[in-house]
Nanobody, 124 residues
Framework: QVQLVESGGGLVQAGDSLRLSCAAS????????MGWFRQAPGKERESVAA????????YYADSVKGRFTISRDNAKNTVYLQMNSLKPEDTAVYYC?????????????????WGQGTQVTVSS
């Protein structure tokens, strides 16, 4: 497993932007597919975005398509989530996760390494 530390959350107004970062402590970061998930109060954790080992493949939940962008810098062992045009319904704890599955995936059960989460709150 890899240790993951998220940062960049905060309180913003609707329409604002935030960039989340997730730093990984592993020498094999480029072998992990990475994902961002979120969990709002009273709701199940859901997949937001995912990116393959090389960054060549990405996945976005319908609710964030066109507003969020996932990227990674394998030289810095870091994955990012750029969030634009934020909405109150984006309010949640955002988690970074890593997967060593031999296929590109955005499914929560395929991710075995998790960060502690960072709170994103969007006010209306």
């Amino acid at each position: 497993q890899v240790q993951l530390v998220e940062s960049g959350g905060g309180l913003v107004q609707a329409g604002d932007s935030l960039r989340l970062s997730c730093a990984a402590s592993t020498r094999t970061f480029s072998s992990y597919a990475m994902g961002w998930f979120r969990q709002a109060p009273g709701k199940e954790r859901e997949s937001v975005a995912a990116i393959s080992w090389s960054g060549g493949s990405t996945y976005y939940a319908d609710s964030v398509k066109g507003r969020f962008t996932i990227s990674r810098d394998n030289a810095k062992n870091t994955v990012y989530l750029q969030m634009n045009s934020l909405k109150p319904e984006d309010t949640a704890v955002y988690y970074c996760a890593g997967s060593t599955a031999p296929y590109f995936t955005s499914r929560l059960p395929d991710f075995g390494s998790w960060g502690q989460g960072t709170q994103v709150t969007v006010s209306s």
